[in-house]
């Protein structure tokens, strides 16, 4: 494990300012999703045995073949549906943005093979846009920062942070001191 | 050589064997490229626990199945379908 005050590549005099992922709004939606498909075997079960004559339970438990077969299907099933949210937090987890006093560092984790980072000096910065869309981001306050540089290449993109208009606004003062730290390096 | 129901215990065993795979994969990840956090290392434990409770409980399930018993059984196919024709 890493610690909150290591950043890669630290340059002389560099300070982290905040560290920062998603909303936990974002993982509590998704983890509701794998919630309901869990709860889907029990209603099948509950949905058959109240239709038929014969008691499901009943039913399996006297055939040795099916109940062999009920068993691995349904072990099966949870055990992916334990996997699955299990990897969907470490993929929501690891994607840390961090601000330091010169730069702003994107880890994002794609995917369990597929591992991100990326760098932009403060400095480089020309345009900062939040944007908070839907109901649940406006209640609970999270949104997207988009992040421009003058450079031609695609914007920096901070999807679903919390409080997104106090981190555009920390950026936009960062971006001013490291500006006013190029145009005066002897200050 | 017969069928037995065992092939369908390999299968799970198969199974148990990516999930176990994938989980040392994510596991690997957190411990490698998370942070040093309480949050952390507790979503770790609290998986390692739970998938070793659910691990135990499905063998503890399935070693009370006969695995030597041939694949398929004739006999019980009839009473099968007949759970899924509605009451009327």
């Known amino acids: 494990m890493i610690s909150r005050t290591h950043i890669p590549d630290q340059r002389e005099g560099e300070k982290i300012v905040l560290h920062f992922r998603r909303h936990w709004f974002i993982f509590f939606n998704l983890f509701l999703v794998y919630f309901g498909l869990s709860l889907l075997p029990v209603i099948v079960v509950i949905f058959l045995g109240v239709n038929n004559n014969v008691s499901i339970f009943d039913f399996i438990n006297n055939n040795e073949f099916v109940k062999a077969v009920a068993l691995v299907i349904g072990f099966v099933y949870y055990l992916a549906m334990l996997v699955f949210t299990f990897t969907m937090w470490t993929e929501n987890y690891l994607d840390v943005w961090t601000l330091t006093s010169e730069r702003i560092i994107n880890r994002e984790q794609k995917g369990l093979f597929n591992r991100v980072v990326s760098e932009l000096g403060l400095s480089s910065i020309q345009d900062i846009t939040v944007e908070q869309k839907g109901i649940f981001a406006t209640i609970l306050q999270y949104g997207d920062v988009y992040v421009q540089t003058a450079a031609e290449k695609e914007r920096f993109i901070f999807q679903k942070v919390p409080n997104p208009y106090h981190i555009s606004k920390i950026i936009q003062e960062l971006n001013e001191q490291a500006k006013h730290r190029q145009n005066y390096p002897n200050l | 050589m017969a069928l037995t129901l065992a092939i369908i215990y390999y299968v799970f065993l198969v199974a148990v064997f990516v999930f176990v795979l994938y989980s040392l994969f994510n596991i690997y990840h957190l411990l490698r490229f998370g942070f040093l956090s309480v949050t952390n ?48």
């Open chain 2, 41 to 88: 290392v507790s979503i770790i434990l609290f998986y390692i626990i739970v998938s070793s409770l659910l691990l135990y409980f499905a063998f503890s399930q399935l070693l009370t199945i006969d695995w030597s018993q041939p694949l398929m059984n004739f006999d019980g196919m009839l009473d099968f379908y007949k759970t899924f024709i509605p009451k009327i």
